[in-house]
T-cell receptor, first 112, second 113 residues
Framework: SQQGEEDPQALSIQEGENATMNCSYK?????LQWYRQNSGRGLVHLIL?????REKHSGRLRVTLDTSKKSSSLLITASRAADTASYFC????????????FGKGTKLTVNP | SQTIHQWPATLVQPVGSPLSLECTVE??????LYWYRQAAGRGLQLLFY??????ISSEVPQNLSASRPQDRQFILSSKKLLLSDSGFYLC????????????FGQGTRLTVV
């Protein structure tokens, strides 16, 4: 399985601090995506990074990708209480499959 | 704009009863459609995905089945629910062949009692 594995499983920080979450995967990928899920809701797409990119920014989000280590990280800078949520990475299966597989997620708690 | 509808939001069903969860997408054609299940506090398990009408790929052999009777309709079913079928079920879609972001419904919380 090419399923991503995020770590840590849970992360608790204070408002204003940065939060870093990591994702590792097993097979080659075309791209890697990060999603956010508020408790009891559907997932919302945050950012996509392609296999030929090493870093991407979107607002307070910074994503890096290291294909040699099969890993990615999501950094949220200057966190806010509203960033409290679970964060998941997702990868497409190699080849022509349309299968989209998610990791187990990191539960982030930002304390006011 | 595209929207995805998933219903019901919550469902309590007795063991052995049938299940039908429906998901529809508006504003796009020939989407890829996905069913995921999420156990409490856990990650998303891909159950089924579909690249076209009548085309269903099953990822995990279990007590569930999926059907796609129309282009933008995806149905998750069971003939007889088990306690282990309890969970949070999520439907998602994305554009065919582009491997871009997926858009999720709001989910169905299923409790089998």
């Amino acid at each position: 399985s090419q399923q991503g594995e995020e770590d840590p499983q849970a992360l608790s920080i204070q408002e204003g601090e940065n939060a870093t979450m990591n994702c590792s995967y097993k097979t080659s990928i075309n791209n890697l995506q990060w999603y956010r899920q508020n408790s009891g809701r559907g997932l919302v797409h945050l950012i996509l990074i392609r296999s030929n990119e090493r870093e991407k920014h979107s607002g307070r989000l910074r994503v890096t990708l290291d294909t040699s280590k099969k890993s990615s990280s999501l950094l949220i800078t200057a966190s806010r209480a509203a960033d409290t949520a679970s964060y998941f990475c997702a990868t497409d299966a190699p080849g022509g499959s349309e299968k989209l597989v998610f990791g187990k997620g990191t539960k982030l708690t930002v304390n006011p | 704009s595209q929207t995805i509808h998933q219903w019901p939001a919550t469902l309590v069903q007795p063991v052995g009863s049938p299940l039908s969860l429906e998901c529809t997408v508006e504003g796009t054609s020939n989407p890829n459609l996905y069913w995921y299940r999420q156990a409490a506090g856990r990650g998303l398990q891909l159950l089924f995905y579909s690249v076209g009408i009548g085309q269903i790929s099953s990822e995990v052999p279990q007590n569930l089945s999926a059907s796609r009777p129309q282009d933008r309709q995806f149905i998750l079913s069971s003939k007889k629910l088990l306690l282990s079928d309890s969970g949070f079920y999520l439907c998602a879609w994305r554009e065919t062949g582009r491997r871009t972001e997926a858009f999720f419904g709001q989910g169905t919380r299923l409790t089998v009692v």
